[in-house]
Each structure stands twice: as C-alpha cells, then as structure tokens.
C-alpha cells in the first residue's frame, strides 16, 4: 500500500475504522448538529498556559497552601494536595509514572520528569495555589504552566462541581509540559499541542467523534492553519477544533511508521526547524498533503455509517459498548486491588521488621541486666552463723 513518504502528492485511501464503524448508530441517536458547548475548551479536557502569557517567564513565584494541605515528593515530582484527599492523590502518584514513561515514548526519548503538581479541592482553591499573577482560566479542571514546570488539578470541575477523570486530566497536562520540553520550547501549532495531550490522555469521547462526524458530514472541518495560533471562540467550532486536533493527531501516529516519523518530527523541532518543514522532512509530504490525506479518511470512516443503522445492529453495538466498559472498569479495579494488596504487605513487612528490632533491643537488654546482676549472690559466710578466730583463721561454731 502507498504511503504519504512514497507519494506526498497522492490522497491515500484507507478502509473505514472498526471504531467509528461500530459507533455510526449511536452518532445517529443524537441530533445531526453537535451540542452547544462553551467558548472554551471543552469540560473533559485540561487547558495549557500559552506562552505569550507567560512573558518568557521561566521562573515564578508559588503562594503557601493552606495549613490542611500537605507537601510530599516523590521523584522529581513535588506534590501538594489536602490532607483529606491523600488516597486519590497517591493513586494520581502510581498513575504519574506509567502516563509519563508513555508520553517520553511517543515523544521520543527521556524528558525531564522535575514537576510541581499541585491538586486543589475545586477551582477557587486552584486559583489561589496558581503562580502568582497567573491565575487559571474560571473555566478550567486543570492547567499546565509548561514554562515554569506547574501543573494545577481541580478534585471538582467549576459549574458542575462533579469529579473529573483525574487520571485523564493528569496525563492531558502532563503531556503540555512534556511537548514543551521535548521541542525545547520551540513553537508549534496551538492543534498540534492540544491534539497530541487529547490523544495521550486517551480523552476521544463519544461526544467528541460525534462532533467529527457531523462537521465532516456538514463540511464544516476547519482548515488547520486556522488553528496553528489559537481556536475558535464560537461553542461549535471550538468542540470541531478540539476533536478534529486529536484526529489529526491520530492520523499522523497511526501505524508504526508514522510513529518513527512522528518521534522525528519532535526533534527536528527541537533542532530548530519551522514545524512546516519539520512536517515535510519528518513525513516526505507537506502538511497540506497530510491535511488532505486525513480529511479523505474522514469521508471514507464516515461514509460506513448506513451499513449498520439497520436491523439489530444498535443493539448489537450497545452490547458490545457495554462490555468495553465493564472490562475497563475491571481493568482498573484489579490495579487498584494489586495496588492495595501491595501496599499491604509493605506494611506487613515493616511490622514484623518492627517486631524483630524490638525482640531483639529486649533480648540484648535482658542480656545486659544478668551481665551486672548475677543469679546468685557471692559466696561466703553466712552473717548470723557464730564463728571464733584461732591462729589467724576463722573457724563456724557447730
């Protein structure tokens, strides 16, 4: 099969995704115009700092949490979150690893892991534990500071105050500072960046492919170089800009040869190329090319969808969605499990050494003490038994 390194010029045609095959029926269930959103990022995702913010600052000044917080470090990482919420935080911790060494592999490479991350009860508290004069978005669950290193999670997302994913919205911020450190702090595109921390923390919803969809469907994709410095302000079109990033992103990574390309493209940003030319010197095809190549592959995954509306196939799908979810919830709680069972026998282990240093200490003082007090006391003559001295020498009265 041709592949863009072999004819930049040429669309390639792929078949349609088993994914979005299998998704057309419920994409169908809604309206064919996507839900109004807000003029900002949407709620499932986290938001990064962008650096004309920032001013060049790459050192800032951080306010002392309140006194119920705690501070700890593991790593590189310093934490500092509420006391009450030291459970969720130290599975964020265990999460913190995994996600990382993932992002560095896709990015190409060890990335310095030296973080501040910063976790507050909801986003008043966020705003008052962000770098000073730089407070977060009033819309925001997270925000990366990837110039200065700083990483703020919210436990309830703002309006709804309900729980984010905060595994999801750990990795999406982890993934701002990590770009930013792989390409040296050179620029890329505003979709490029956002794209990529989507795709990472595995944020592509139902919502979101729905919101490709009908934007294909419509025609109504937004043309990427209208996304290289900032997204639309319109609810509609920002929902298309965030999702068609993450797609794009996709595209670019989706077998193991664009991966190898993908990781070049890192670096010969890092060099200091212009990210065009880094495109085009990563993948032997101009970004346009790729644009048009991805956006032929929207037209042939979507155009599936009549195939499955009939018959019992929603229902077949619903099953099928039914039993993803429940084997990742599985997934999940068997790493919880593991976790704890872990965490337990660390603590079993540290009891019993606890245990044997004080036997131990006891015995050696038991040993001590029959040392300078002996068994039995001294032999001699018994002090009320009458004795007499004849020529120098005692002798007992019998």
């Known amino acids: 099969m041709a592949h863009p390194k072999q004819s930049a010029g040429k669309r390639i045609r792929r078949p349609a ?19 109004l959103g807000q003029d900002h990022a949407p709620p499932d995702v986290g938001v990064a700092s962008p650096p004309e913010a920032d001013g060049g600052v790459t050192e800032v000044r951080l306010p002392e949490p309140p006194d119920d917080y705690l501070t700890e470090r593991r790593g590189g990482v310093e934490w500092t979150f509420p006391a009450a919420a030291t459970s ?26 030296t973080l501040t991350i910063r976790v507050a009860r909801d986003p008043d508290e966020m705003h ?11 819309y925001a669950s997270g925000v990366a500071y990837p ?40 620029r890329v595109p505003r979709w490029f960046g956002e794209g990529l921390a989507i795709y990472q923390a595995g944020e592509q919803s139902l919502d979101r492919v729905r919101t490709l969809w009908s934007a294909s469907v419509a025609g109504n994709v937004v043309p990427l170089d209208r996304l290289s410095e900032s997204f639309p302000s319109r609810p509609h079109r920002v929902n298309v800009a965030y999702a068609q990033s993450a797609d794009m992103v996709a595209f670019l990574r989706r077998d193991a040869r664009d991966a190898r390309s993908f990781r070049i493209l890192v670096r010969n940003v890092r060099d200091g190329m212009p990210f065009e030319e880094a495109v085009r010197q990563s993948y032997d095809a101009t970004l346009g090319t790729l644009e048009d190549d991805w956006r032929a592959s929207l037209d042939e995954r979507f ?6 509306v009939t018959g019992g196939g929603l229902w077949v ?3 099928v969605l039914i039993v993803v979810a429940w084997v990742r919830r599985r997934r999940k709680d068997r790493a919880r499990l593991r976790r704890w069972a872990q965490e337990e026998a660390a603590e079993k282990d540290a009891l019993a050494r ?29 002090s009320d038994v009458p ?9 007992t009265l019998h």
């Open 354 to 382: 606890t245990e044997r240093a004080l036997a131990d200490k006891l015995a050696a003082r038991d040993e001590e003490e029959r040392i300078l007090v002996p068994d039995e006391p001294p032999q001699g003559r018994e």
């Open 128 to 138: 008052e534990l962000s770098p000073v004069g730089h407070p977060p978005p009033e």
């Open 147 to 186: 110039p200065f290193g700083v990483i703020l999670l919210s436990l309830t997302a703002p309006e709804s105050w309900e729980r984010p994913d905060m595994e999801a919205l750990l990795t999406h911020e982890l993934s701002h500072v990590a770009l930013h450190r792989a390409v040296e702090g050179h």
């Open 17 to 35: 995704g088993l994914l979005h095959t299998l998704l057309a029926p419920v994409l169908l269930l809604s309206t064919w115009t996507t839900a």
């Open 317 to 319: 799908l619903l099953s």
């Open 387 to 395: 004795t007499i001295e004849y020529e120098g020498r005692n002798h």
């Open 303 to 308: 155009q599936a969808i009549p195939l499955v």
């Open 88 to 113: 969720e935080v130290r599975e964020l911790m265990d999460v913190f690893g995994d996600s990382w060494a993932r992002i560095e592999e896709d990015l190409g490479g060890p990335i310095d892991d």
